[in-house]
Every structure is written in C-alpha cells, then in structure tokens.
C-alpha cells in the first residue's frame, strides 16, 4: 500500500553539480545545483535549472556559457559552501582557497581541484516557473587522470562523487557495483 505525498521535487538519485560563471566583471563565481543531469546524447547536452535570485543565473545569461565542476566526497565542505553563500556579496573561491581555471572553450570558469569537469555553452533556455532550466551543449569533458582507468576513461569509484537526497536535505556517497547495465536484464 503506498502512501501520497503530494507534488514534491521527489526524485533519487539528485547529482551535486558545481557550475562555474563569470560576472561582468570577470569575477569567477560556483553555485551547487542538485537540479540537472543529463539531457541528451547527440548533441551532448545537460541541463541545470538555477533560479533567477542566484547571482549565477545573471551571469549564464550574460555569458551565455556555464562549467559543471563535480566534487568528490573530499570536496564536499567547500561545495556545500558554494551552495549556501552568494556570489552577489562573497568571493567564494577566496573564501573557500580553490583555484577557478578559466575554460579555453566556454566564457566560463571551473574548479581546479574536483575530479571531473564538464564545460558547456548555453543552447536553451526554459522558463519552468522559480527555476528556469538552463540547456548547455557540452564542448569537452576533463578529467584528472589518476580517476581514470585502463581504458582512459573516469572510473566512478575514482572520483568519488556525492548525490544529494532532497528529502531530507543530506548528502551520501555512492553505493557498490551491482552489475553491468544493458546486460543484467537480458533474456538469455
Ligand atoms: C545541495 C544543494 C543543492 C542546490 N540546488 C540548487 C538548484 O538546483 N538550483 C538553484 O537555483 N539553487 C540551488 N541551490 C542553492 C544555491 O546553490 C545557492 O542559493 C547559492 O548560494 C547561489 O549562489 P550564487 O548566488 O553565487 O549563484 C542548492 C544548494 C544546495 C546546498
């Protein structure tokens, strides 16, 4: 028997993504965003819904380009200060000690330290109601090579990222393997 609870932004697993922006006058800023993900595969695209309040909305639509820095549990302090602090009145990479690097592909900054970094150029905007989804086409993914394995690519054990339970407002770090996806469904 399941219970109602009513329309509620209800959904596991959320990401913790860091997006990186410039203000006008070059400040490098970096907000949390647990609204975003994936939203197509060709063209590459993810999708981060910010509301207009924030100081880094203001900037994507100035700049028209935004980074997604993803932290590891290491970084977990500073990008929960990303998430609690504005742009509008701190310095957050000074308050925090990480470096902004800026992209050579976008007009936008990201987080020298987390593990994986994904840069985007603004193709789409929506306006859904307090958040307005930004879509970025993704030019180029970096990584850090010690979190990649044999075969080049990023192992998700290596970098340690963190979903966010929107429930109860905490964070956890990712679970064990449980098996190969398009494969453990299969009929033989
Ligand atoms: C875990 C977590 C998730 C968040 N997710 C979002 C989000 O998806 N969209 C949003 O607009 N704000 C979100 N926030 C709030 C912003 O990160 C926060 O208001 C931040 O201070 C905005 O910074 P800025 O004004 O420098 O852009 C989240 C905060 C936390 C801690």
Not at 7 to 20: D, L
Not at 99 to 128: G, M, R
Request: glycine content about 8%.
């Amino acid at each position: 028997m399941k219970i109602s609870l009513g329309a509620k932004a209800f959904a596991y697993p959320t990401p913790v993504f860091v997006i990186g922006s410039y203000d006008e006058k070059g400040k490098a800023n970096a907000m949390v965003a647990a609204w975003g993900g994936i939203c197509s595969s060709d063209p590459v695209c993810i999708t981060v819904s910010v509301r207009e309040a924030r100081q880094t909305y203001k900037n994507i639509c100035l700049k028209k380009a935004f980074t997604v820095s993803i932290p590891n549990e290491d970084n977990l302090k500073e990008a929960d200060y990303f998430g609690i602090y504005s742009g509008k009145n701190t310095d957050k990479f000074a308050e925090t000690g990480l470096t902004p690097i800026k992209s050579d592909l976008v007009d936008a900054p990201y987080i020298k330290e987390f593990p994986l970094i994904i840069e985007c150029k603004l193709i789409k905007t929506v306006e859904l109601g307090v958040h307005t989804q930004f879509i970025g086409e993704v030019v180029d993914i970096k990584c850090d090579r010690e979190v990649t394995g044999d075969n080049g690519l990023p192992e998700i054990e290596k970098v340690r990222p963190v979903t966010y339970d929107p429930v109860l407002k905490r964070y956890y770090g990712i679970g064990r393997y449980l098996g190969k996806a398009f494969s453990i469904g299969k009929k033989d």
